[in-house]
């Protein structure tokens, strides 16, 4: 997972590090695989933890090993392919496919096996070790999806194991470069050079969604069916300049500050989509009075304006109720004595599904309402639709959550971060951000020093992973 949008956590699990103060004790685990799956899950998971695939260095090390463990598990040279990018060889990706009764279309299962870097000085252990310590998995990928990949390849054993014949075929990707994105992700390469491989009916993603801790109590489980568009664009204005003792009405600093102060008194217009509403009719009954009414009104499919603009006081919310732009970054002139010849503000926005880099662009050249301001986007941008939350999976994922987990709500959830979940959307497959790996919302430490993975929580993560795999493929 990229670019999160969980900064408050952020901010609070900095806070609580610097303070000294411990985390809350974590809940009870959920049930736990048999322990020779445990030990398998155990063992992949240290060895890929302990591999170093960072963007430079690439997936090879990791998809070795997975493939060694898959073989020795008797999946064969027909069930897995072994994909180097052409462009770049060292980011390889794995595809293996237990094969089904035939009964519909494949279900895709996807995890990235790159890791973000970690810098052994800014850490209190060694991040490319795997080290138990407290209750806790320590190193880098612990969370950011080792676990998940590890879960993945001991679910398909155990499968296998056993014997189980799935009515549909499932394929796991095990994916290269997702954390960089762009031409070399690995879930992008595969569908654009091997759709064969790894089309399906849905994809469950395990890096995005999943449950939420605060205070050692379980709230909820999300599962991630839209998430928000990433653009950034430049804002810039120029002028002849001249010297400062004889200034002008024109003027490319004021000219800028004149728009910016416009884009700020700017509101997207706000709108609900499926998943949010779905999101929304749940959160109230977490809320009281306004908030709780606001609420059970945005989950109507007409748009209360007055209600979504009470909500969007809480910045969170805000973020999932429209598409937003904000100046991050503001540059100009040349010397103290010259009159700017440029001035220029970077302005990110997020957008809501479906929106479109020149509709926001047009509606920021109406909000600066000055046509001296240049506005460009920067980079490529993708986008992709939101996928409908499908009832019948909402249902099936709450019976696996309640065998789990008994009294934890599955929610629908969008998401301001970005993820290989993108590219199969774009690509017309309905995908589903699920993991069974839960957070502390306080303490998340994805990306960041010290990533951990509670341990009893991946186990039972194992074995969630295991369940859903196996009911979604005998689902119709
Ligand atoms: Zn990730």
């Known amino acids: 997972m990229k670019n999160s949008n969980r900064t408050a956590s952020i901010v609070a699990a900095v806070l609580l590090i610097t303070s000294g103060f411990a985390a809350a004790t974590p809940p009870v685990p959920g049930p736990m695989p048999p322990p020779d799956n445990q030990k398998l899950a155990h063992d992949i998971f240290k060895e890929i933890v302990e591999v170093r695939s960072v963007h430079d260095v690439g997936t090879r090390g990791v998809a070795d090993i997975l493939v060694r463990f898959l073989k020795a598990a008797g999946f064969t040279d027909g069930d897995i392919h072994v994909l180097p990018e052409e462009k770049y060889p060292d980011q390889v990706n794995v595809v293996v496919r237990l094969t089904g009764k035939g009964k519909g279309k494949p279900i895709l299962w996807n995890g990235h096996m790159d890791v973000v870097e970690a810098k052994p000085q800014d850490w209190s252990l060694p991040p490319f070790q795997f080290i138990e310590k407290d209750g806790y998995f320590y190193g880098r990928g612990t969370s950011d999806m080792k676990d998940e990949d590890a879960a993945l390849v001991a679910s398909l054993i155990r499968l296998r194991k056993e014997r189980f014949i799935p009515d549909r075929d ?170 700017a010849q440029s001035a220029t503000a970077t302005v990110q926005c997020r957008l809501m599904p479906d929106e479109t880099v020149d509709g926001t662009k047009a509606a920021i050249e109406a909000a600066v309402a000055d046509p001296r301001i240049v506005v460009k986007p920067l980079g490529t941008v993708l986008s992709a639709g939101e996928t409908p939350p499908n009832p019948s999976l909402i249902a099936l994922v709450q019976t696996v959550v309640d065998s789990m987990w008994p009294g934890v709500s599955v929610i629908p959830d969008m998401s301001a971060a970005s993820g290989d979940s993108i590219f199969t959307r774009q690509a017309g497959i309905p995908s589903y951000g699920i993991g069974g790996g839960w957070n502390d919302i306080n303490d998340v430490r994805v990306h960041g020093r010290d990533e951990r993975h509670e341990i009893g929580d991946f186990y039972s993560c194992v074995e969630f992973t295991y369940r859903l795999m196996k009911e979604l493929s005998q689902a119709e």
């Open 170 to 339: 499932i394929i796991v990707a095990f994916t290269a470069d997702e954390e960089m994105g762009e031409e070399q992700d690995g879930m992008w390469y595969l569908l654009r050079e091997h759709r064969p491989l790894v089309d399906a009916v849905m994809a469950i993603n395990p890096d995005g969604g999943s449950g939420q801790i605060e205070n050692g109590k379980r709230l909820n489980f999300g599962i991630t069916t839209a998430q928000k568009t990433y653009v950034t664009f430049t804002l810039q204005t120029t002028n002849k300049g001249g010297h400062s003792s004889e200034p002008r009405p024109d003027n490319a600093i004021y000219e800028l500050a004149r728009g910016l102060v416009g884009l700020s008194r700017y509101e997207f217009p706000f709108k609900t989509t499926a998943t949010t509403r779905i999101y929304f009719g749940k959160t109230a009954m977490t809320q009281t009075g306004q908030m709780r009414a606001d609420m059970q009104a945005l989950a109507a499919p007409k748009l209360n304006v007055e209600a979504a603009r009470r909500v969007a006081g809480d910045p969170p919310f805000n973020a999932i109720l429209h598409s937003t732009c904000v100046a991050t970054m503001l540059s100009g002139g040349h010397q103290e004595n010259a009159l």
